[in-house]
């Protein structure tokens, strides 16, 4: 069991990959855009473009 705990404690430290940064992005933009859909619509739409290139930079990534 201990060798577990240390193979995860050391999973801490690994380096985020391109394709996972752009994926967190992508889900915090996406969250604003709901949140501000219940506010300012023009607001979310703008959002919710912003989510979609970034979206096509991590498809673009996968393709390479």
Do not use: C, P, W
Request: proline share 0%; no cysteine.
């Amino acid at each position: 069991m201990r060798i577990f705990k240390e193979k995860k404690m050391f999973g801490l430290f690994k380096k985020k990959t391109e394709e996972e940064k752009l994926q967190a992005e992508y889900e915090k933009l996406q969250k604003e855009s709901f949140e501000l859909s219940k506010i300012n619509r023009s607001q979310s739409d703008a959002k919710a473009a912003e989510a979609e290139a970034v979206m096509q930079k991590i498809e673009a990534l996968r393709k390479k």
